[in-house]
């Protein structure tokens, strides 16, 4: 395992560094960088985030859910129009974004994703909990977040979101919630309140993004996914329902030492029994543009 971690830091390379900033509560600032290791297009490829000493943070536990005014962070993992599909790690060390892999082979889509997605940080999806609207148990992941605007993001990129409603998808008999949401820096966001404002400054643009996640998987020879409310979008109050009881289910992740198969290591979760100190060894060869070869 050392000497894993060893490659890794050999193979970071600063494909692409982008500065990140968003206000808390607190109004104190922080700002996050993408670093990227391993080979472009291989299974070795993953974008970490990383804070303003270029230490590689948990993409999943140490960005916080809460933006400050009313905002949520969300991590992108593909951008509006591309098809790889990069998510969350859940069970690597500092959960990097990475392709997904399927039979392997690194895992694409046939049809071009039409918005943004990504995560919301600090949710869980509890696989053990029973969504009892839909007789559905969660999906094992991080949130889902549907990003609306048609202006192209960046991997790793954490945006502040304001929440507008969302879509109760249950992927092959999983509770896969799709929250729906609009960069804060949009012109349009601050006509925005709830998911009615979508539709009338945006026409069309929900019926594109329920018709691409119902229909993705069909020229793969999958059926379509299947959605609860009779596949009508839910307003914000249920968004953010769902948002606090996966906060809450992550709350618990985070303490519990018998996370299975997810990789609970963090930087900044106080509580976390999987907190690494500054110095920690695990942690040392994850600090970018410093030479950590041993």
């Known amino acids: 395992v050392a000497r894993m971690w060893v490659n890794i830091q050999r193979s970071c390379h600063n494909v692409k560094e982008i500065q990140h900033a968003h206000s808390r509560s607190n109004l104190q600032r922080r700002s996050y960088q993408i670093q990227q290791s391993g080979a472009i297009g291989t299974d070795t490829h993953r974008f970490y985030i990383t804070d303003d000493n270029k ?40 959960n990097p974004i990475k392709q997904d892999i399927k039979k392997g082979e690194l895992r694409t889509v046939k049809i071009d994703y039409p918005f943004n997605y990504g995560a919301l940080p600090q949710t869980w999806e509890n696989p053990a909990t029973l969504d009892l609207r839909h007789n559905a148990m969660g999906d094992n992941d991080p949130l889902d977040a549907v990003e609306i605007s048609t202006e192209v993001s960046v991997t790793g990129e954490i945006q ?83 948002i606090q009881a ?9 303490q519990d030492t018998d996370s299975k198969n997810i ?29 950590q070869t041993r």
């Not at 140490?62 to 998510?87: C, F, S, W, Y």
């Not at 963090?266 to 040392?284: A, G, I, T, W």
Request: hydrophobic share 40%; with cysteine.
């Open 55 to 94: 230490r590689a943070i948990s993409a999943f536990h140490d960005v916080p859910l809460q933006a400050g005014n009313g905002l949520h962070n969300m991590i992108v993992e593909i951008p509006l129009g591309t098809r790889k599909k990069l998510e969350i790690s859940r069970d690597e060390f500092l």
């Open 160 to 242: 502040q979101v304001k929440v507008l409603g969302c879509y109760a998808m249950i992927d092959a008999g999983e509770m896969d919630w799709k929250v729906i949401c609009i960069n804060s820096k949009n012109p349009l966001a601050s006509q925005m309140n709830d998911i009615q404002d979508v539709e009338k400054l945006m026409p069309g643009r929900l019926d594109a993004i329920f018709t691409f996640l119902r229909d993705y998987k069909i020229p793969d020879g999958k059926p379509a996914n299947q959605f609860g409310f009779d596949g009508q979008v839910q307003p914000k109050a249920l968004a953010y329902e769902v």
């Open 246 to 254: 996966t906060h809450e289910e992550w709350r618990k992740l985070i």
């Open 263 to 291: 990789s609970t290591f963090n930087v900044k979760c106080d509580r976390s029994p999987f907190q690494m100190k500054e110095n920690d060894p695990r942690h040392l060869h994850f600090i970018f543009g410093k030479d």
